[in-house]
């Protein structure tokens, strides 16, 4: 059953700010809480994510926005289809030559260690081990598991250079696309987990990056629907990309972030001082702020939210049917930032003229 995307709200479950996966808003699917309406779903699930927020424009790969490919098994299919799915998919459907393709798996978890090398005959040197923190999947309270990750090998160009780079490192060689987590757990967010009635299968896959391997572009700023964004953002600027690594910095940003910020106001989340409301707001601010950088004057948002829901409305009609009260919460938040920061940049003016006069210069 094709489900269309849940709100970035989460629904009655405090253990989340906002939707960071596509099995976030069905944890009580796979805890059999309620009976999903089919035990075979797929969603295209919007997404945000904050913690790299540092990291969003330096790297190809991070952003706070995503969309996320996920098929589900409530208590149906478990590791041994996922597993042979996940490699027809890629190896027959999309045509990767299995080369570029390395598995990871969780260091305990023998058994779809045995399932990749044994029934499906990936070379264990391309398989790796990897602990808790990559390979268990687990966010909040509540249905979690093992997981097998598959990576894309970017080639060398895109590597570190250190001897030790391999399947794991932080650099942009090898790209995770597919995660297969195996949901048999249910957790209490403290470390103590029971086994679910049922075994389930939770895969997601970044459509963004999986965009970019079959496109062969760069990062997921060069895919071509993320690209109509980019280079309204360059337009507005005055500005060409791949000439000034900072400025490309400041662009990236303002690309991944207008997409956060349209998405959540069309799920009526608004700017605030606390919780998902600042999220909102800091990215908004972020947005603004490295506009100025490159140099735009004056409001600059609203026009880039109309290239973000022209591209996504079709997916998701939500967009059009809110378009105006997106632009006017982003525009009003735009304009308040922009007084407070003229004001402040004003306060810091009358400062340094101070200490000129004064011949101090710290
Ligand atoms: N929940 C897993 C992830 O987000 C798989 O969908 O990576």
Redesign the pocket.
């Known amino acids: 059953l094709r489900l269309p995307s849940f709100s970035l709200v989460p629904k009655d479950d405090n253990s989340l700010l906002l939707i960071?996966?596509?099995?976030a808003p069905m944890k009580k699917y796979f805890t059999g809480e309620i009976t999903p309406p089919k035990k075979r779903v797929t969603t295209c699930q919007k997404c945000i994510r904050t913690p790299d927020i540092e990291r969003v424009g330096i790297t190809a790969r991070h952003g706070t926005f995503f969309e996320?490919l996920?098929n589900f098994s409530f208590g149906d299919y478990f590791k041994h289809e996922a597993t042979a799915w996940a490699w027809e998919f890629f190896t027959k459907v999309l045509e990767i030559p299995e080369e570029k393709l390395y598995v990871s798996v969780y260091e305990k978890d023998d058994e779809a260690y045995k399932i990749w090398t044994e029934e499906i005959g990936v070379d264990p040197s391309h398989m790796v081990h990897l602990g808790k923190e990559d390979n268990f999947?687990e966010h909040g309270s509540g249905p979690c598991g093992p997981?097998s990750e598959i990576y894309y090998d970017r080639g060398e160009k895109y590597g570190c250079g250190k001897p030790e780079c391999e399947v794991g490192c932080d650099c942009d060689r090898y790209m995770e696309i597919w995660?297969n987590?195996f949901t048999q757990f249910d957790g209490d967010g403290k470390g103590n987990y029971e086994e679910l009635e049922t075994k389930n299968i939770?895969?997601?896959m970044g459509l963004e990056r999986l965009a970019s391997v079959v496109q062969d572009v760069d990062s997921i700023f060069d895919v071509d629907t993320i690209f109509a964004l980019r280079s309204k953002v360059c337009e507005l600027a005055n500005v060409e990309y791949k000439k000034d690594e900072n400025k490309d910095i400041s662009i990236r940003l303002i690309t991944d972030h207008i997409r956060s910020a349209t998405f959540m106001i069309s799920d009526g989340i608004m700017p605030s001082n606390e919780g998902r409301g600042y999220v909102l707001r800091r990215l908004i601010r972020r947005a603004a702020r490295h506009g100025r950088l490159l140099g735009i004057e004056g409001k600059f948002l609203a026009k880039l939210c109309e290239t973000v829901i022209e591209g996504s409305k079709d997916g998701y009609p939500e967009l059009e049917e809110k378009k105006d009260f997106i632009l006017k919460v982003l525009t009003q938040e735009e304009e308040k930032f922009n007084k407070t920061i003229d004001q402040g940049l004003a306060i810091l003016e009358d400062m340094e003229k101070d200490m000129q006069a004064k011949g101090e210069t710290v």
């Open positions: 960071n996966s596509g099995m996320m996920g999947w997981c995660n987590v939770d895969t997601g």
